[in-house]
């Protein structure tokens, strides 16, 4: 199954993309912050990561 990091400051924008993306069978992780993203990006293998600039 595809991992796709979504970094997203904005909460909500962040969950409703996070829940559209679960409900087609895809496993999401959640950033809020480019720090938070880069953490995380460094931790484990992503196959696509969203954000927003």
């Known amino acids: ?3 796709i990091l979504i ?3 904005d909460a909500d924008n962040n ?3 996070r829940e559209y993306l679960e409900n087609h069978g895809y ?3 959640q ?3 480019g720090s ?3 953490l995380l990006f ?3 293998k992503f196959d696509l990561v969203l954000l927003d600039l």
């Open 1 to 3: 199954m595809e991992q």
């Open 7 to 9: 970094v997203e400051d």
């Open 15 to 17: 969950t409703m993309l």
């Open 27 to 29: 496993r999401c992780t």
């Open 31 to 33: 950033a809020f912050s």
């Open 36 to 38: 938070e993203a880069k």
């Open 42 to 44: 460094s931790m484990q």
